[in-house]
């Protein structure tokens, strides 16, 4: 199976900052990642699909680079609304994996 | 805009079975080419993909969980349902239904990303 490991495991920003996290694979997986954004008590909602496509009607301020083993989900600008756990997904093969998560606080 | 609702038992005894259904409405489970998929998470971990079925009834099934697992579609029902035996304390979780979007990558082609998420259902194994 295909380690998904993200860092760190959660961080603390000020309103306004630029946040950035990372999702490392255990091995090349090319641009299949996915990210997705997870408040307690919703569904997840996806952000970013093949590493940098930005879903429909998410946020511009979100977005994702990487290729390979090494993926960056960067907020240019966060907001309150963004506070939430933020996990990678490869779909490079079976079974799909996701990384630990980053939980997002003020 | 298609909606994913789970329904099911949120106490379960150990060694007994579990049966989840997700309802779909907003759209049709057989339509284009979706997988639909079930994911759990345990308290304070991350995500764990169970498995999907195609709207032909193909199932694909994470391989930690292939002898206890059956995913099923009814399409008359515009739902589908996880079916998982022999539960332990190990299996308690949120439970999540999901629409995977079909797509390839260079080894597979299947559920690749999931584009609507059910909220999730608490299930605990108890006795």
């Known amino acids: 199976d295909i380690q998904m490991t993200q860092s760190p495991s959660s961080l603390s920003a000020s309103l306004g900052d630029r946040v950035t996290f990372s999702c490392q694979a255990s091995?090349?997986?090319?641009?299949?990642l996915n990210w997705y954004q997870h408040k307690p008590g919703e569904a997840p909602k996806l952000l970013i699909y093949?590493?940098?496509q930005l879903e429909t009607g998410v946020p511009s301020r979100f977005s994702g680079s990487g290729s390979g083993t090494i993926f960056t989900l960067t907020i240019s600008s966060l907001q309150p609304e963004d506070i939430a756990t933020y996990y990678c997904?490869?779909?490079?093969?079976?079974?799909?994996?996701f990384g630990g998560g980053t939980k997002v606080d003020i | 805009q298609v909606r994913l609702q789970e329904s099911g038992p949120g106490l379960v005894k150990p060694s007994q079975t579990l049966s989840l259904t997700c309802s779909v409405s907003?759209?049709?489970?057989?339509?284009?080419?979706?997988?639909w998929t079930w994911i759990r998470q345990h308290a304070g971990k991350g995500l764990e993909w169970l498995g999907y079925?195609?709207?032909?009834?193909?199932?694909y099934y994470n391989p930690s969980l292939e002898s206890r697992i059956t995913i099923s579609i009814d399409k008359s029902a515009n739902h589908f349902s996880l079916t998982l035996t022999s539960m332990t304390g190990a299996d308690t979780a949120v439970y999540f239904c999901?629409?995977?979007?079909?797509?390839?990558?260079?080894?597979?082609?299947?559920?690749?990303?999931?584009?609507?998420w059910g909220q999730g259902t608490q299930v605990i194994v108890s006795s």
């Open positions: 093949d590493a940098s």
């Open positions: 091995q090349d997986i090319s641009n299949y």
């Open positions: 999901a629409r995977g979007v079909g797509a390839c990558s260079s080894s597979n082609c299947g559920g690749s990303w999931f584009d609507s």
């Open positions: 907003g759209g049709s489970i057989d339509s284009r080419a979706y997988y």
């Open positions: 079925i195609y709207k032909s009834g193909t199932t």
């Open positions: 997904q490869h779909y490079l093969d079976l079974p799909l994996t």
